[in-house]
């Protein structure tokens, strides 16, 4: 079946984001990333996007898809197409690096300051792993409307950590701030996108209540 994928296009030294199309013949039940990797190497060799495992493991390919937050390799073109149609844009809140590529040192940044447990220790030592349960895909930023709006604002993947990762009931002090949980406006956008059903807005909100009720400590 034909499709088109539009896609926006912006590299250094441009003055404004382009869109450009393309014409591809693919099964509805080919992956948007499979179609990007197509256009990529049959169509374009200058379009740059991220990708990595293929299985919705890492997060390395979260893009915007028709207006909605998705991993491209877990997303099916004849499920998202509108009327033959895809058009595809970078993440939300982050600098774009080229193309469909972000840099999402924003985000990383803020574990440092909550210090989120790691998933497991290797040979008994703990290193820089990826969080427990979360992809670090960046989908739940450049879905809410907060962190698109508010450069400080911790984030809710790193916020949901802090929760998740707790001990004794004790959360870093800069969660109990107005960068933390108190600039969330519970919108649960950063839940619906989240494709590892990680629930940060849900996370938020137990935090929230647990500082009311002085069933958490702050330190």
Not at 112 to 132: C, D, R, S, Y
Not at 186 to 194: G, Y
Request: include cysteine; charge should be positive; aromatic fraction near 8%.
């Amino acid at each position: 079946m034909k499709y088109r994928v539009v896609v926006r296009r912006c590299k250094e030294g441009w003055g404004k984001p382009e869109y450009k199309s393309y014409e591809v013949d693919v099964d509805p039940d080919t992956s948007v990333l499979d179609v990007v990797e197509k256009i990529s190497l049959e169509m374009d060799r200058a379009l740059v996007f991220e990708h990595a495992c293929h299985h919705g493991v890492c997060g390395a390919c979260g893009m915007v898809i028709n207006g909605v937050e998705r991993l491209a390799c877990v997303t099916k073109i004849g499920g998202v197409a509108r009327n033959g149609i895809v058009v595809l844009e970078p993440l939300r809140g982050f600098r774009v690096i080229s193309d469909l590529a972000v840099d999402k040192s924003r985000m990383f940044k803020q574990y440092a300051l909550v210090k989120p447990g790691t998933h497991e220790k290797v040979n008994g030592v703990v290193g820089i792993e990826k969080l427990l349960d979360c992809l670090e895909c960046g989908i739940c930023y450049s879905a809410c409307p907060i962190a698109n709006t508010f450069e400080e604002y911790l984030g809710p993947s790193v916020i949901a950590m802090s929760y998740r990762s707790t001990i004794d009931g004790k959360i870093p002090a800069i969660i109990d701030t107005r960068k933390g949980v108190w600039a969330c406006h519970a919108s649960f956008e950063c839940s619906a996108r989240c494709p590892a059903d990680f629930k940060p807005g849900e996370t938020i909100m137990k935090i929230r209540k647990g500082l009311l009720f002085g069933k958490l400590e702050v330190v």
